[in-house]
Nanobody
């Protein structure tokens, strides 16, 4: 089983940057696609970004393309989400997630069976 712990959230002004980290434990990390989701108050959880097991393929929601970058380092059992040009609408709790598959096909939470506890990102205008 993979256990996930996020860090790096905080308060930032619009236009600023944050880097979220996800530390994973477990022997199957390198075989799994990984993703980031977010949930704003009163809204459903939504897919933000994902990365295939080998790092060769990345996936992004249209709302973050060109601003966010996902990366992974299996030697460090870590996944990161670099967030640039942040907007107030990016405010949410961000969750790291592990898939049961090496690739991401639907970009929905149905593909993920391991979740971190979440980290708050607040972007002020």
């Amino acid at each position: 089983q993979v256990q996930l712990v996020e860090s790096g959230g905080g308060l930032v002004q619009a236009g600023g940057s944050l880097r979220l980290s996800c530390a994973a434990s477990g022997r199957t990390f390198s075989n799994c696609a990984m993703g980031w989701f977010r949930q704003a108050p009163g809204k459903e959880r939504e897919f933000v970004a994902g990365i295939a097991y080998n790092g060769a393929t990345t996936y992004y929601a249209d709302s973050v393309k060109g601003r966010f970058t996902i990366s992974r380092d299996d030697a460090k059992n870590s996944v990161w989400l670099q967030m640039n040009s942040l907007k107030p609408e990016d405010t949410a709790v961000y969750y790291c997630a592990g898939s049961y598959s090496p690739f991401i096909t639907s970009m929905t939470d149905h593909e993920f069976n391991r979740w971190g506890q979440g980290t708050q990102v607040t972007v002020s205008s």
